[in-house]
């Protein structure tokens, strides 16, 4: 059964005026995820700034884990609902992905989010051994193809391939080309339906749900997680009105949110709003005044 469909959200993690982990504001987040109807919790992704985080054990990625696992742990036993997690583990280090997936294993993850290897610029056959070599961990794998940020794009073709491999579960296509999404649907989620494809664009939410995808995997729910919730369950129910209606309400905020990157931008929008998210760590910054000012009419015209 596929566990990974609906809204889920990329946590940002918040930081102190002196670039600490602000880990209270960060639980406090996490209670208001659960609390505003979320689907489901990626902790440590691109969002998360995770490349500037301590990794050692018992430091910072480690509470970040401790912190979403209690709260989730919790939240799940009051309410008898199940609430997914996947756990970033990317790297552009195959050894290192693995181990990254092996402590999402040990953590008792559900999945595992592993991003193409960035900056080497594998070739596909490079690309197919790396995902070969996470699927052994013995943990689902969410395949990452985000072509912005890593230099290369995941091919359908490829992807089948991909697919095939044992414990993998699914891909966050944030290739920004819903015609190569609604070819992974065609090709690899049709002849298998709990292969998950979540959107990592929340502007191509509704029209990938509308395609047959099964959600989306969301930078504006850390702000907004009730409403982005709300979008992607009508258009899961097939409800395309009242999806539409959210969608276009959203829209100013959807480009808004990366307007001047992330997650200096959702950081900021969610500091306006007077949530927990604080500074960012070098080399990313505050974003630049008219940045700020995009935001800010963003937020007022969608009244968020």
Do not use: W
């Not at 691109?46 to 884990?65: M, Q, S, V």
């Not at 790396?130 to 794998?141: D, E, L, N, Q, R």
């Not at 992807?159 to 966050?172: E, T, W, Y």
């Not at 931008?265 to 604080?278: D, E, L, Q, R, T």
């Amino acid at each position: 059964m596929n566990i990974f469909r609906g809204a889920f959200t990329a946590l940002i993690t918040p930081m102190n005026a002196d670039s600490s982990v602000d880990f209270e504001g960060f639980r406090k987040n996490v209670k208001h995820q659960l609390q505003q109807g979320i689907d489901g919790l990626v902790p440590l992704g691109t969002t998360a700034e995770t490349p500037t985080l301590d990794e050692r054990p018992g430091c910072e990625e480690d509470k970040i884990i401790e912190i979403v696992f209690e709260e989730v742990r919790a939240f799940e036993k009051a309410k008898n609902k199940k609430i997914p997690i996947i756990l970033g583990a990317g790297s552009n280090n195959t050894k290192d992905a693995v181990m990254y997936c092996e402590r999402a294993k040990k953590a008792g993850a559900d999945a595992a989010l592993v991003v193409t290897p960035y900056y080497n610029k594998p070739s596909e056959e490079g690309i197919y051994q790396h995902f070969a070599a996470v699927s052994k961990v013995g943990i689902p794998i969410i395949v990452y193809n985000i072509q912005g940020r890593t230099g290369l794009n995941i091919s359908t073709d490829l992807l089948v391939r991909i697919a095939a491999l044992q414990n993998i579960a699914g891909v966050k296509e944030a290739s920004g080309n819903i015609a190569q999404m609604m070819e992974v649907i065609g090709q690899v989620k049709n002849k298998n339906n709990d292969f998950a494809v979540l959107s990592g664009d929340d502007a191509l939410t509704l029209p990938l749900i509308a395609a047959g995808g099964d959600g989306v995997i969301s930078v504006a729910s850390n702000m907004i997680p009730a409403i982005m919730h709300d979008l992607t369950q009508a258009a899961l129910d097939g409800d395309f009105k009242k999806a539409r209606e959210i969608h276009y309400r959203l829209e100013p905020f959807f480009k808004a949110e990366f307007c001047d990157g992330n997650p200096a931008s959702i950081k900021y929008a969610m500091n306006v709003k007077g949530m927990p998210a604080g500074t960012l760590r070098l080399p990313l910054v505050e974003v630049k005044d008219t940045a700020k000012k995009t935001i800010e009419n963003a937020i007022k015209a969608c009244n968020l």
